[in-house]
């Protein structure tokens, strides 16, 4: 059966009745129909919060579909209600430029979803809709105030970084002319589109504390310069109030459920090879507030997803992990082993020893934070039991525990082994034992070349003249203890796609680096990144589809 065929099939219950198992009364709930609602950031409980056990899933480089994390986060999550451990997944919400794009739908697959997928992977309660509004908000404000010269604050429209978003995939929007046709249609200026899981924005809401803190840290967005060289942000153009009123219900986190009826909180999308890759601290707390355990995905691998939950996320929302799981397919291996991505369903042993590499740094990147991760072994249908036991193996000579997963097969019951071995190594480290892998109030270099050196493997860190020039406007304006969130390709540790496995001996190339003051952090873009991804020759829209009775086809 196909995902969307078994999410249809499945017995799907009230939200009332999921939201009863985390003790949430009803009138608590602002319901979006039957089986969605979004909750109060009331329910969040510090005291509470501190007692939770929070662990993160991450993964291995992977190959272009994926390797499943989102699939093994709810796994997982029904495999420790299984086994009596109440426990909560939060995730973050999809992106429609992936789901008509390459990827298909992220709502989990086989018997490991969150439903009603449909309304998950589609608009769902409207917050990635709140975020892209709340962006070009800005941008008209912007455009507004350099056309009015009674009222221009003198913005220069030479230095203005800020673009336009929209949730698609659309390659021929990242660089456009704005402002043509006389001087009543707008300043002619360069600009452009970026895809809305790349948003400050979206970034911002999911740093955000609460209703105030988030619209403070929307006043912080830097937009350019005036002619006299004097810095501006978005407070100054009056914009983030009117900003936070349109997000004023995106703030608050949607509850769901999984196949087997176990609650799940979906909030927040950012990308984490260009964004930072993790749903809202407020859904985080929300859910530790509510759960015994939690379960999280960050995306992409431990290069990017998890370095940016330890290293901003963390700090930020002042939380304490207490595992990792490392998320392992046999079909990733013998891809890093060189094995063409169309033949990766054909035994490759020597191609499958000859990747491991890469599984090696992923367990020293999460290491270097304080944990010895547990090895989640992604099943397919494809991997022979002779590749596995290669693996297993492998993992006993590296001193980490691993695990056969089935949970798209057989949803929790196939997770249950990995459960308890999360629950052991949970019971078994303090909060203390994780530790960042640099401070925020390092300078900005020491903290790119930290990460470059120990998450990716490189050997130095190379600058090119536009970001040096924008290091010194970072020193300049003051934002030099702001966090490092790196945009860089997930096809590779390194900045380079092509270079598979575990590259070494090679310099990072940052090209440039963009202010990101309202989220916190500055973003240098390494290597060749785009924030606007562009569809494949046959993107995944081509097979979408919807009959008479409103049944959608084509999801995945």
């Not at 994780?434 to 600058?463: L, N, R, T, W």
Request: aromatic letters at 6%; proline letters at 5%; one cysteine or more.
């Amino acid at each position: 059966m196909k995902d969307i065929d078994i999410a249809r099939a499945a017995e799907i219950k009230p939200i009332t009745d999921i939201a009863a198992q985390l003790k949430i009364k009803p009138e608590n709930l602002e319901q979006y129909g039957h089986y969605k609602a979004k909750l109060p950031l009331t329910l969040i409980d510090e005291k509470k919060i501190k007692k939770s056990k929070l662990v993160l899933v991450t993964a291995i480089t992977p190959t272009p579909p994926g390797e499943g994390k989102t699939t093994m986060s709810i796994a997982l999550t029904q495999g420790m209600n299984k086994i009596g451990n109440q426990t909560t997944v939060v995730l973050r919400e999809p992106s429609l430029g992936p789901v008509f794009g390459i990827k298909g739908g992220a709502a989990g697959g086989g018997y490991s979803q969150v439903i009603p997928m449909e309304d998950i992977n589609l608009h769902f309660t409207g917050d990635l809709s709140a975020v892209e509004k709340a962006h070009n908000l800005l941008s008209a404000l912007i455009d507004n105030n350099i056309q009015d010269k009674k009222r221009s604050l003198g913005l220069d429209p030479r230095t203005v970084t800020w673009k336009r978003v929209m949730d698609m995939n659309e390659r021929s929007l990242r660089d456009i002319v704005i402002g043509l046709g006389g001087t009543k249609q707008g300043v002619p200026r360069e600009t452009g589109f970026n895809i809305t899981a790349a948003s400050e924005v979206m970034s911002t809401l999911c740093l955000a504390n609460d209703l105030m803190d988030l619209k403070e840290k929307l006043g912080n967005i830097f937009v350019g310069f005036t002619y006299d060289d004097k810095p501006i942000y978005a407070r100054d153009l009056n914009a983030h109030g009117a900003m936070a009123v349109v997000l004023k219900d995106a703030i608050k986190p949607n509850l769901v459920q999984t196949l087997e009826g176990t609650p799940a909180i979906i909030h927040g999308g950012p990308f984490a090879n260009i964004a930072q890759g993790t749903n809202t601290i407020i859904a985080t707390k929300m859910s530790m507030s509510l759960s015994e355990y939690v379960v999280t995905e960050a995306g992409f691998a431990s290069d990017l997803g998890a370095e940016k939950f330890f290293d901003i996320k963390c700090q930020y929302g002042n939380l304490a992990p207490r595992a990792v799981v490392l998320v392992a397919t046999i079909r990733a291996l013998k891809y890093h082993g060189g094995t063409k991505l169309k033949d990766l369903c054909e035994p490759d042993i020597v191609a499958l020893v000859k990747g491991l590499e890469n599984l090696d740094k992923h367990v020293e990147n999460m290491r270097a934070f304080g944990f010895n991760p547990i090895v989640a072994i992604n099943r397919f249908i494809s991997d022979s039991d002779t590749e596995i036991e290669i693996l297993k193996k492998h993992c006993d000579k590296l001193g980490v525990k691993a695990s056969l997963v089935e949970g798209w097969e057989k949803g929790g019951e196939g997770t249950t082994e990995l459960a308890e071995m999360v629950v052991d190594a949970t019971n078994g480290t303090s909060p203390t034992s994780f530790q960042p892998i640099y401070k925020h109030s390092m300078p900005i270099e020491e903290k790119i070349k930290i990460i470059a050196q120990k998450m990716y493997g490189a050997d130095d860190v190379e600058y090119s003249l536009k970001a040096r020039q924008d290091l010194q406007t970072i020193t300049r304006l003051g934002l030099d203890g702001l966090a490092v969130c790196i945009a860089k390709t997930q096809k590779s540790l390194s900045d380079k796609p092509e270079l598979k496995g575990r590259p070494r001996n090679f310099i990072i190339n940052i090209r440039e680096i963009e202010i990101a003051s309202g989220a916190g952090f500055v973003v240098p873009i390494a290597g060749t990144i785009m924030r606007m991804p562009g569809l494949p020759s046959t993107p995944s829209a081509e097979v979408i589809d919807i009959d008479e009775d409103g049944n959608i086809t084509g999801l995945f």
